[in-house]
């Protein structure tokens, strides 16, 4: 059995759900543990009852160490830190888990991820690459080699380590400003040397994303999407935001055009599963709208509109947004 851990807020609750049932679809024996950041979201899914997924409230998942970390930093540093404090919770509550593989919640599966783990059955981490365009300004001085998007520990003294290392890591950073707010990331760059048993995933399919996604063939062969010579595993949709109704701004942290292929193959899917989501949440609280962004309220008000809508048509020429009827 596979055991996989994420965590999120009723603001990716839509996000989380989508990348459960994509989950659910291809692998056929696993089990998920749902971090939930707040009751409203524990409340939900309690209530739609999901099968192969154990639910933790905070209350259950924050330790001292978290507690008092939260007192003092910001939000998103505080995410940041509960990746691997999600995996020690597995690893320390269920003795049984020899593996636990962390997700990140904006991920959707396209094939069955047994693929990855196949290319190491004896490693003790998996890491997946950023592998940024090259012309990218060399994001990897800011972002770090790796994403933490879908890592695997597993329960030996490497393992670990590693995973302690990363915790404890992430609760000394001090964050100088908001480019320098991934150090959570970049503390991976020198684990191949640092500890024993570390594999980079090979397959271009794991981790697909806005940053490199256009310097690669994709093209679909029947059902499947291959890149390159590779099927896609999963895509991760960093970045992806929905405004209003039936407006989806597909990568706004990413400056590259969104090729016809990618978001018919790709982003088209993932926004229907969004959009069922939705609906399926809205028939437990009618009212759910978390998520939605208001594309008004998102413009600044000492911002000249023309800018603004200048600034939109070249986003749409450029290919990062969708229009489709959400609701």
């Known amino acids: 059995m596979r055991y996989y851990v994420t965590l999120f807020d009723s603001n990716y609750l839509t996000r989380g759900l989508v990348m459960y049932r994509s989950l659910l679809r291809f692998e056929t024996d696993f089990h998920l543990w749902i971090i939930c950041f ?16 154990t639910l933790v409230p905070l209350d259950e998942f924050e330790d001292e160490k978290l507690l008092e970390f939260k007192l003092t930093r910001p939000k998103k540093e505080y995410f940041f830190t509960c990746a691997p404090a999600s995996i ?7 003795p049984e888990v020899e593996t636990v593989t962390y997700l990140d919640t904006d991920l959707m599966f396209f094939s069955d991820p047994e693929t990855i783990f196949a290319e190491n059955t004896n490693a003790s981490i998996f890491l997946t690459e950023h592998r940024f365009i090259s012309w990218y300004h060399q994001p990897e001085q800011q972002y770090g080699r790796f994403n933490v998007q879908f890592m695997m520990f597993r329960r030996t003294d490497s393992g670990l380590a590693a995973l302690n290392y990363w ?52 093209e679909k062969k029947e059902d499947q999407i291959f890149i390159e010579t590779d099927p896609l595993i999963f895509y991760h949709y960093s970045g992806f935001k929905i405004y209003g109704n039936n407006f989806a701004y597909l990568s706004p942290s990413c400056p590259f055009k969104v090729q016809k292929n990618v978001r018919n193959f790709i982003y088209k899917p993932y926004f229907r599963e969004i959009k069922q989501a939705y609906q399926d949440l809205r028939k437990i609280d009618q009212n759910f709208n978390k998520g939605i962004d208001n594309l008004v309220a998102s413009v600044n008000s000492s911002e000249k509109w023309y800018k603004r809508l200048k600034f939109f048509w070249y986003e749409i020429r450029m290919g990062r947004y969708y229009l489709e009827g959400l609701f």
């Open 167 to 218: 915790f404890e890591h992430c609760l000394s950073l001090r964050y100088e400003s908001e480019d320098d707010n991934y150090g959570d990331q970049k503390c991976l760059d020198d684990w191949q040397q640092r500890f024993a048993g570390v594999h980079v995933v090979q397959s271009l399919g794991a981790g697909l994303a806005p940053w490199n996604a256009s310097q690669y063939a994709i």
């Open 38 to 53: 707040d009751d409203l979201m524990y409340e939900v899914l309690t209530k739609m009852q999901l099968e192969k997924v």
């Open 88 to 94: 020690l919770y597995v690893l320390n509550h269920f």
